[in-house]
């Protein structure tokens, strides 16, 4: 339960977060308060970790792509798209059943397009495909972890009231 009752505030989700590292904490921000306030930092700070990555280009690949892609990760992160099968539901009715969304594996999440990311990245479709995808699809699994994390922190900085 919140400080104003039922309803769990933006200041309720900013002081759980004193037990999580700036870039969880300025990403939960983002995401959880709709505060974009630091959202330079935390652009910085998404930047430098995929850079920590060591990722290499190849010369016909735009020299900020490694860049792109770090932001492009945040962005996608913080405001995934809706699943339009599904409705961000993850399930589907069929018939008297309700089953797992085929469409978005029950995420409730749609995955950014080859196209998407290769027009984003200013790369070729086939190494946005086998190069690219796979490395923004870690950085959303590190922003999964973020997430995690900040459910757990949020629970017990709410029970412990």
Not at 36 to 60: C, M, P, W
Request: proline share 2%.
């Amino acid at each position: 339960k919140g400080t104003s009752g039922k309803r769990i505030t933006p200041g309720d989700v900013a002081a759980c977060m004193v037990h999580v590292d700036r870039h969880t904490y300025l990403y939960a921000l983002s995401k959880y308060c709709l505060d974009d306030n630091s959202r330079t930092e935390l652009n910085a700070l998404a930047i430098a970790n995929v850079k920590g990555l060591g990722y290499v280009l190849t010369e016909n690949e735009p020299e900020d792509a490694v860049e792109r892609l770090g932001l492009m990760a945040l962005s996608f992160a913080i405001s995934p798209s809706r699943c339009r099968h599904c409705k961000g539901t993850g399930q589907v009715k069929v018939g008297d059943k309700v089953e797992v969304c085929q469409k978005c594996s029950g995420t409730g999440n749609m995955s950014i397009s080859v196209r998407r990311l290769a027009d984003a990245m200013g790369v070729g479709r086939w190494r946005a495909q086998k190069v690219w995808l796979p490395r923004f699809q870690l950085l959303l699994s590190d922003y999964q972890v973020r997430d995690d994390a900040v459910q757990r922190v949020i629970y017990r900085g709410l029970m412990d009231g």
